[in-house]
T-cell receptor
Framework: RKEVEQDPGPFNVPEGATVAFNCTYSNSASQSFFWYRQDCRKEPKLLMS???SGNEDGRFTAQLNRASQYISLLIRDSKLSDSATYLCVVNRNNDYKLSFGAGTTVTVRA | DTEVTQTPKHLVMGMTNKKSLKCEQHMGHRAMYWYKQKAKKPPELMFVYSYEKLSINESVPSRFSPECPNSSLLNLHLHALQPEDSALYLC?????????????FGSGTRLTVV
């Protein structure tokens, strides 16, 4: 079983729609959780950290469910510029290594 | 300065060449990383330097040789690469101690081995 698993998508949504997707992780001792965004042929960029209480940054909302070992990302009022691959990233043991999911592709169409 | 700078952005090299990738950050981060990313795959960890010492080598072939001259610089020396080593090479840095704060990635070097 992979450490971090994501639905690869693609999620094709119209502008203005809401899209949400999950990521599951296998190590219950995982400490830190992140969503990164990666545009085609670019580097990953930190979108947001995910906190136990859930957190929101503008149109983006992240949730953590430790009991079921998943995190989620919800994008409201989708923009064309939200089209990207979203990487779920987990820090397992508070060490240096981050474990990456394979990414969820989101395409927002006009 | 909140950036990680990588040079060159693109590199084409022959299998007998020797080249180096460079990475620089001025955020005071004490952990630096090399990752390799193939198309449509997540990044794969290669090396971790912590306080300028190599702390993790993910069983990377010896044709890849990392070097950390000081706390701001990280190099990756390449020699006798294979075509399958063609990929995007990403440098990243993080605050001291752990990856718990996430990484900042550089924009990468797109390497093609011919």
């Amino acid at each position: 079983r992979k450490e971090v698993e994501q639905d690869p998508g693609p999620f094709n949504v119209p502008e203005g729609a809401t899209v949400a997707f999950n990521c599951t992780y296998s190590n219950s001792a995982s400490q830190s959780f992140f969503w990164y965004r990666q545009d085609c042929r670019k580097e990953p960029k930190l979108l947001m950290s995910v906190y136990s209480s859930g957190n929101e940054d503008g149109r983006f909302t992240a949730q953590l469910n430790r009991a079921s070992q998943y995190i989620s990302l919800l994008i409201r009022d989708s923009k064309l510029s939200d089209s990207a691959t979203y990487l779920c990233v987990v820090n397992r043991n508070n060490d240096y290594k981050l474990s990456f999911g394979a990414g969820t592709t989101v395409t927002v169409r006009a | 300065d909140t950036e990680v700078t990588q040079t060159p952005k693109h590199l084409v090299m022959g299998m007998t060449n020797k080249k180096s990738l460079k990475c620089e950050q001025h955020m005071g981060h004490r952990a630096m990383y090399w990752y390799k990313q193939k198309a449509k795959k997540p990044p794969e960890l290669m090396f971790v330097y912590s306080y300028e010492k190599l702390s993790i080598n993910e069983s990377v072939p010896s044709r890849f040789s990392p070097e950390c001259p000081n706390s701001s610089l990280l190099n990756l020396h390449l020699h006798a690469l294979q075509p399958e080593d063609s990929a995007l090479y990403l440098c990243a840095s993080s605050q001291a101690g752990t990856g718990g704060y996430g990484y900042t990635f550089g924009s990468g070097t797109r390497l093609t081995v011919v």
